[in-house]
């Protein structure tokens, strides 16, 4: 059976699962090793004994996205979900009630967490409709993380949530924090996702008006996503009814964003402002001055600003898609500018994350290389036959580390499109093309034709999933996985 007919068959049976099938078994065998490993490292990570409880209810329900209602699914009634925090060292005990009607899960996206909490199969099981289960974990480093299902199309609906590990050691260089999180919607307003997967992948493109395949964008190096959306959120609002942010003049603000759209880059800025990165995918960089950033889905920056006296449009461009995302930051009566204004600082100097190097402290300098991993990318927009690593039968070969090992990992992008490549359970760093160490990641934008090096340390056993975060290139296959006990 072709993989294509594999996906086929099973959306058509109902279910949702992360259709990386055959790369990894849905039913594992009993692996009292990896227990017994898991458990090891759980035991030397922070501990601060104390428990921060939460819960998230995904469901189906109607959200206001200002002034336009969308039947949809959510964490309770919000999109985005509510913010799960805890400082490090916490027990997080999160109960997750599937109110849905198919199984579901909560991937804490950027979190070294214990293998068996990840929330994507085979490691963790899914939650069955109508069953609850509680993840436990230890929250072992501060950063900014997000939550979502690692089920089919479900975060595509408005299935996420903001994680915040704060460290009450950290000195904090801000007065405020604002807390951004971006998206590209389709659910209950235009087609639905499911509806667009199957566009894309029995190539009826034509007859479905929203998608296009002219989105180009240079700082993507070619194509910059296969759907123009019918909105972009920030904070759950369309561009016309933003959110507001209110600050004081000249406090300095701290702002952590967060990309959850499914296709979408945003290339984001505030208007009048230059912005500081401090962090990226939770971990800090030598602090560097800005006009925007560009971020792949998956991935977060924090930045900091200092705000102006007025009201000012944080604008997030949907790259190569000529449409925007908005929220406003104001610290003073004053009038915004129109919901298509485009500040300069959009073509200033753009963030991207070849940008930044990594801090003294979460430098890996990983000196010797014990393994030279390579994930090759494959397939196209015509067959719709996105993988890594492929195999002959339609399969994804894994990748193979033992615990300890300090691992060279090359993304060889043979495709003519750009993919935000993510891995579960580790934060590598990604390795300059002249050798010199960059920042810190667990996302990484890999542009067409790009070999793109990163390192990483195999210190946390188990099943970890590593595949494009494009919803749709993943659910078509583009996943594999990184597999060790010892
Ligand atoms: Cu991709």
Redesign the pocket.
Known sequence: MSRRRFLVGSLAAGTVLASCGRSTSDSPPARPNLTAAIDRVEAARPHSGRTVTAALTPRETTVDLGGVNARTLAYGDTIPGPLVRANVGDELAVTVRNHLDHPTSVHWHGIALRNDMDGAEPATPNIAAGESFTYRFTAPRPGTYWAHPHTGLDADYGLYAPVIVDDPRERGDYDAEWIVVLDDWTAGVGPSPRQILDGLRNRRMGSMPMMRTDNSSSLLGGDAGDVSYPYYLVNGRIAVAPTSFTAKPGQRIRIRIVNAASDTAFRVALAGHAMTVTHTDGYPVIPTEVDSVLMGMGERYDVTVTAQDGSFPLVAVAEGKNAVARALLTTAAGVAPEAGFLPGELTGRVGTADRFAATPEVDLRLGRTDVDLQAT?S?GMMRYD?AVNATADGGNRPLSVRQGESASLTFANT?M?????HLHGHTFQVVNRDGSPGARKDTVIVLPRQNLRVAFLADNPGTWMM????T???DAG?MTSIDYTT
């Open positions: 990318l397939g996105w495709t499109m750009w993919h935000p490549m595949h494009c975060h494009n749709y290139h993943q583009m």
